[in-house]
């Protein structure tokens, strides 16, 4: 059998972001998997340009990438007691395009900030996003990662044990429900 294809959505830009960092910790702890990480460098949402111009190609890759992947695992910021903008608009962008790719994907969901709660309002919002999308969401274990400005060691390592064995439980469980 192939390795599973494991793909992520961080919902901050940033290139050195907290959340990237997240999502490669918990693609290596996945175990042997193709590990790819989205775009969501995606245009604004705009139903009057949808109606002249379609689905955008980034956005229908985007749509191809989550319908191809064994499965999804997103990483979200939390600002201002919320899920960031381009995570919410790349959905709002995957809700028009055919063939429903979350549907039955097997999907673990993260958080990480620089407050002490981790991100725990914007884990727990954009959970209900994905309700209409219908994939299959794991209920836990929450990683919820707090204070992400010192979480990782210079070689973007997680630090931290509960963190850490947190981290691995999740990825276990989605292995397991990609197996299932």
Same mark, same amino acid.
């Given at each position: !059998?192939?390795?599973?294809i =494991?793909?992520?959505?961080?919902? /901050?830009? *940033?290139?050195?972001?907290?959340n990237?960092?997240l999502? *490669? @910790?918990?693609?290596?702890?996945?175990?042997?998997?193709?590990?790819?990480?989205a775009?969501? *460098?995606?245009?604004l949402?705009?139903?009057?340009? @949808?109606?002249?111009?379609?689905?955008?190609?980034?956005v229908?890759?985007?749509?191809?990438?989550?319908?191809?992947?064994?499965?999804?695992?997103?990483?979200?910021?939390?600002?201002?007691?919320?899920?960031?903008?381009? =995570?919410?608009?790349?959905?709002?962008?995957? /809700?028009?395009?055919?063939?429903?790719?979350?549907?039955?994907?097997?999907?673990?969901?993260? /958080?990480?900030?620089?407050?002490?709660?981790?991100?725990e *309002?914007?884990? !727990?919002?954009?959970?209900?996003? !994905?309700?209409?999308?219908?994939?299959?969401?794991?209920?836990?274990? @929450?990683?919820?990662?707090?204070?992400?400005? /010192?979480?990782?060691?210079?070689?973007?390592?997680?630090?931290?044990?509960?963190?850490?064995?947190?981290?691995?439980?999740? !990825?276990?469980?989605?292995?397991?429900?990609? @197996?299932?």
């Amino acid at each position: !059998m192939n390795d599973p294809i =494991l793909l992520g959505l961080s919902g /901050s830009l *940033r290139a050195s972001s907290g959340n990237r960092k997240l999502l *490669r @910790e918990a693609a290596r702890l996945f175990g042997p998997c193709t590990y790819q990480e989205a775009d969501l *460098r995606l245009p604004l949402y705009d139903g009057d340009d @949808e109606a002249v111009d379609g689905v955008p190609p980034a956005v229908q890759t985007l749509a191809d990438q989550i319908a191809a992947a064994d499965a999804v695992i997103i990483s979200t910021p939390e600002y201002n007691k919320a899920p960031s903008g381009v =995570l919410k608009n790349a959905l709002d962008w995957i /809700s028009r395009t055919k063939g429903g790719p979350w549907r039955d994907k097997p999907l673990a969901v993260m /958080s990480a900030s620089s407050g002490r709660s981790g991100g725990e *309002r914007s884990q !727990m919002i954009l959970r209900s996003f !994905m309700v209409p999308f219908r994939p299959r969401i794991l209920h836990g274990p @929450e990683m919820h990662l707090a204070a992400v400005g /010192s979480a990782f060691d210079e070689d973007g390592r997680l630090q931290g044990d509960l963190y850490i064995s947190t981290l691995q439980d999740l !990825m276990q469980a989605l292995r397991a429900e990609v @197996e299932r």
